[in-house]
C-alpha cells in the first residue's frame, strides 16, 4: 500500500491501476535514452505504443526494429489519448507549438520526463489537456535494463494540470508500466523535480564532479607529479569511493577507508568546499530558480549551441581525456564505448 517516506507519498505496484492504460492510443515522441525505454517497457506490460520521430531521425529504424509502429510527429500525435513528450528539452517547445497542439485530440494526456518546458512555461498546454510527468531517477540505460531484469528505477511522478480528474491514476500507470512500481514511485511537483534536477547536475553531480576532478589532477601535474597517478587518485578512484556511499551514505565511505584518509577528509574537506562554494550554490540556485538559467541555455540551443560546442570540445582535449583513454586500455572490463 502507498507509504510515506519523509513526508513523500510513496506508491508501489498495488496502488497503481495498469487498467488506466489498457486499449488507449499510446504515443511516445523521441526514441532516445528516455523514449527506448518508456516504449519498451510499456510494450512488455501490454500497452499499445506508437513512437512519434521526425523523417530525418537516426532513431527511426532503431525502433521499427524493435518493432513499433513509427510515425512523423505530428501523425503520431494524431488520435492519441496519450503522448509522452521524450524529445530534447531545448526542442519540445518548437515541437509542441508546431506538431503536437495542432494534432491533440481534446481532453488527451501529455507526459514529461522533466518538467523543464512546463514549469518555465515554454509550453503553455490548453485548459482542457491534462499534464502529467514520470522522472524515472536514472539514465533510460538503466531503466530498461533493471526493467528485464525483473526490478526498476524509482519514478517521480507529478500533476500540473488535471481537468479529467484522473491524471494521477494516469501517471501511476505510466510509472508502474515502466517499471517505477516495483521499487517505489515517489510524488513531487513539477517546481520541485525541475529546480532541484537542474541544481543538483549542475552544482554536484556533473559540474560539481568533474571541475573537481580536474583541478585535482592540474594541481598535481602542474606540481610536477606523474599524470599516471594524479589520474588514478583524482579520476579513477572516484568510482570506487562513491559507490560506498551509494551503498551505505559517508558512514559506511568513512569506515572503509584508512584513519589517514579519514582524518584528511575531516581536514581537507572544508578547506577545498568553502563559505564561499556554498554561497557559489545559492547563487547558482537563485538563477535556476529566476529562469535565468533555462532562458540562458534556450537562446545559445537557439543560436545552433556556439556554447555548448565550444566548451564540449575544450573538455574533450584536456590532458586527463588523453591519459584516461591510455590508462583505461589497462582494464579491458571497463566499458568506454558509448
Ligand atoms: P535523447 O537525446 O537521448 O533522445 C531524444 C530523442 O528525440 C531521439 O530519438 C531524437 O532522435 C529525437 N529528437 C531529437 N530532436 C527532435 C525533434 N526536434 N523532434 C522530434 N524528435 C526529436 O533525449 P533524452 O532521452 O536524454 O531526454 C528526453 C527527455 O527525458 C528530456 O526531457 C530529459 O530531460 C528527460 N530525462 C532524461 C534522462 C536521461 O537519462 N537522459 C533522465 C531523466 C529525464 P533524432 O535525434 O535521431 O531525431
Ligand atoms: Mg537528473
Known sequence: MAGNILGTK????????LEKLVGKKITV???GSQGH???LNLKESGMDVTIGLRKTSKSWPVAEEAG????????AVKGADIVM???PDETQADTYKT???PNLKEGAYIGFGHGFNIHFNKILPAETTNVFMVAPKGPGHLVRRTFT???GVPCLVAVNQDPSKDTMEIALAWAAGVGGGRSGILETTFKQETETDLFGEQA???GGVTELIKTGFEVLTEAGYDPVNAYFECLHEMKLIVDLIYEGGFTKMRHSISNTAEYGDFVTGPRIVTAESKQAMKDVLTDIQSGKFANEFLDDSKAGQPFLKEKRTAASNHEIEKVGKELRKLMPWIREEF
Open 37 to 39: 525505454a518508456h516504449s
Open 10 to 17: 510513496v506508491y508501489y505496484n498495488s496502488d497503481c491501476n
Open 68 to 75: 513499433f509502429v513509427v510515425k512523423e510527429t505530428g501523425e
Open 204 to 206: 554536484v553531480l556533473c
Open 99 to 101: 506538431d503536437v497542439e
Open 149 to 151: 531484469e525483473g526490478s
Open 85 to 87: 513528450i521524450l524529445t
Open 29 to 31: 515522441l523521441g526514441y
